[in-house]
């Protein structure tokens, strides 16, 4: 294994992280507060647009915390969330006390089905719980039919939580990702569209929202000379110069989204005839391809070709085993109707990032249309 290896999704830094750090350095302010988090919380609301508010935090993850707290969910609440999607997305409701009720996946979008929703709604309200929240994910940067949900939890008076932390960048009827619930919430992990090293954000609606998401982000500390507190918060802040990475890659952000738009385009023209399934993009939609996903006919191809490529020293990934599929997650309640098994059965994940060269690819679909 000689060849230099292709990662599924690494980091791709601009060139210009360097000056905003350097610049945090000039200035001082190396802490969770200062000049570079006002400008990338800026930049953040400049693309997401519709009035957001955006709270820079140090992770993903933190940020849906947040946002179920915000929500005022408790110890022994129940909340919807989609299985087919990343553990991040389900976790902060167990720290919280709370039960994840997990819904599947329908085929158009491979995000959560609308009618199953209303389906676990009617049913867990009867048995006397109704639930607190719906978390809802855009996986692989592919919105979630937000019309259909949205109109579920209006009906029901049930606040969504938007899981975009693999969509900036994506848009559904014209409005971007992270806008489209009550609140959104983004990751900048090594692994994501842009990244931040590490690091997250909170999008909400109003100042008042931002500014109590903030207050509750720096350990809930009351107006007062000494430290005093009335309530539990959390050390969720994202750091100034955590902030100086992330000024630097927005100003890239657009041609990121190209670049992974191009490798779907790419392996679709490529692998497209040899009969696997790409996931369309619906009208109204429009997607960053954060990743490019294939499904083929049968468990046993995807491993031969994730095998392959592994001997090739090219990573890839079965797509997102779900929630209700997951050891840690067997007690809980899931509303299922096979489809999230099936993709993580039949589905891989292909080398996405925003600076595989062409060379990369070449190489990637040589290794797979020998199979
Ligand atoms: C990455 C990711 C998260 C969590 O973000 P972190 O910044 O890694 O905590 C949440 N949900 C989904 C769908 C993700 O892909």
Redesign the pocket.
Known sequence: MNKQKIYLSPPHLSGSELKYIKDAFASGWVAPVGQQIDFFEAELEKVLKRNSKVVAL???????HLALVMLGVKNGDSVMIQSN?????ANPIVYLGAKPIFIDSEKDTWNMEPELLETAIIAETKKGKKPKAIVV???YGMPAKMDEINAIAQKYDIPVIE????ALGSAYNGHKCGTLGDYG?????G??IITTS???ALVTKTIEDKQKAVFLATQARDDAPHYQHSQIGYNYRMSNIVAGIGCGQMEVLDDRVKARRANFDFYQKELGGLGFEFLQEPENVFTNRWLTTILTDAYETREKIRLALAKENIESRPL?KPMHLQPVFTNEIAYTNGISEDLFNRGLCLPSGSNLTDADRERIVKVIKRI
Do not use: M, P, Q, Y
Request: charged share 10%; no cysteine; aromatic share 6%.
């Open positions: 140090n992770s993903g993850t933190a940020a849906i999607t990343h553990i991040a997305s994910v855009h996986l899981d975009a932390a693999e919430i983004l990751s900048f992990n692994n994501k590490g690091g997250g997102w």
